[in-house]
Each structure stands twice: as C-alpha cells, then as structure tokens.
C-alpha cells in the first residue's frame, strides 16, 4: 500500500515551454503533498508543500510563478514548470503521506527527469 | 540552515562489511528518518528513530542516537552488492501550524561485490 505514482518519469523540452508534472496517491489519500527537486549527486531541497483545496507553502527562494502548483483533489497535485530554462533541468520529486503526523515516513514517487534545450 | 549534515559524502566497502552514517543537525530534532535512494529514482523509507528512543533495529539495520555528538547514526551490517545506493536522513520540521521534512546531504554507499 501507500503508493506514489509520478509522470512523466522524464521529459525534454524546448526553452520558453511549459512543463506540467503529475503526482498521485494511487491507494490512499494525501492532503499533504512534496515537491523536492534534487540536483546530480546532492540531496533534496523541498521547493514547496502542496495543500489540497489551498495554496501552496512555497519555501524561500522558489518562485511561485515559475513553479505551479495544484492540487485540486485528495490524490492529484500537480507542478507545472513555465516558461523553462536550461537552468530549471533537474530532477523533481514528490512525495505524500495517508498520515497527517510528526512521525508519519513519506512515499515517493519515482522523480521526474526534466531537461530543457 | 536546517538541513542534516551527513557523513561521509561517500563510502566504499566490501561485501559483507557494516557500513556506519552518521546525521546532524544543528537544531534539536524531534525524530529522525532514514531514507534509501537507488540512482535516478525515488525515495523508500526505511526506519524511523524517535527523539525518545537511544536505538532502533530493522533487520540488518542499526539506528543509534549519540548525545555527545548530537546526531544519530545508520548501521547497515553484513552489506550486500544491493545495499549501494544514497542513503539520506531526514526529520520532520514544525512550520506555522504545519510541518514540512528536511533532508540530510547523503551519503553514497557502494558495495563491492
């Protein structure tokens, strides 16, 4: 159980596109969800903390209007990267949780390759 | 910054060695999670050590809490070929009525067959 299911697991694209990333909770549902993105042999930086029916926590130095964020049910949110840059290219990652605890683990899904051209 | 601080970055060793990470973080933490990451995709817990509890076993894995250096320590013994992979603590911070996880810099654990 516990399942994350992330698409696309990778993506090219043209600079000056947009990119939309889904994440879903296939068997449980997440009013929680993270956006990680990870840069080649380093760790995770939490980019933002998606609230379903509310906006997003976006963490300091991510911009907002660059990196969208939706999650318009229990088990969908989405990240939409506008108008990329060679710069966006990386790997992002969500993750969710059936728990709402301090002590709950997080399941990811399996990250998104972005590369932009 | 609150991110854990791991070492090593990196860490070779034979099959059937124990290999030993170590995570801190320059705030008191509340607990702490290790995560497993084979490269390129995503992350699969593995444990979950409370602030309350000094040690914690799962299977071939030790978790440790050291006072005296204020971090917490990963043990994976008798190692096997398939243990490589990046290997992250991270632990759960509270943040205006909710809280969000923050994770360690990793370490990379190959095992030589």
């Known amino acids: 159980g516990a399942v994350v299911s992330q698409h696309p697991s990778w993506v090219i694209c043209k600079s000056g596109t947009s990119v939309k990333i889904e994440c879903r909770s296939l068997d449980f549902q997440a009013t929680t969800m993270f956006w990680y993105r990870q840069f080649p042999k380093q760790s995770l930086m939490l980019m933002a903390t998606?609230?379903?029916?509310?906006?997003?926590?976006?963490e300091q130095g991510v911009e907002k209007d660059k990196f969208l964020i939706n999650h318009a049910s229990l088990t969908l949110s989405t990240l939409t990267v506008t108008s990329a840059h060679p710069e966006d290219s990386s790997f992002y990652i969500c993750s969710a949780s059936p728990w709402s605890s301090y002590n709950s683990p997080l399941h990811f899904g399996n990250g998104t390759r972005l590369t932009v051209t | 910054s609150q991110q854990g601080e791991e070492d090593p970055q990196a860490l070779s060793i034979q099959e059937g060695e124990n290999a030993t990470m170590n995570c801190s973080y320059k705030?008191?933490?509340?607990?702490l999670q290790w995560y497993r990451q084979n490269s390129g995709r995503g992350l699969v817990h593995l444990i979950l050590i409370r602030s309350n509890e000094r040690e914690k076993h799962s299977g071939r894995l030790r978790v440790t809490l050291d006072t005296s250096k204020k971090s917490r320590s990963l043990l994976i013994t008798a190692s096997r070929a398939a243990d490589t992979a990046s290997y992250f603590c991270?632990?759960?911070?509270?943040?205006?009525?909710?809280?969000?996880?923050?994770f360690g810099t990793g370490t990379r654990l190959k095992v030589l067959a």
């Open positions: 705030t008191s933490i509340n607990n």
């Open positions: 991270a632990t759960a911070v509270s943040t205006s009525g909710t809280y969000k996880y923050i």
């Open positions: 998606s609230n379903e029916g509310s906006k997003a926590t976006y």
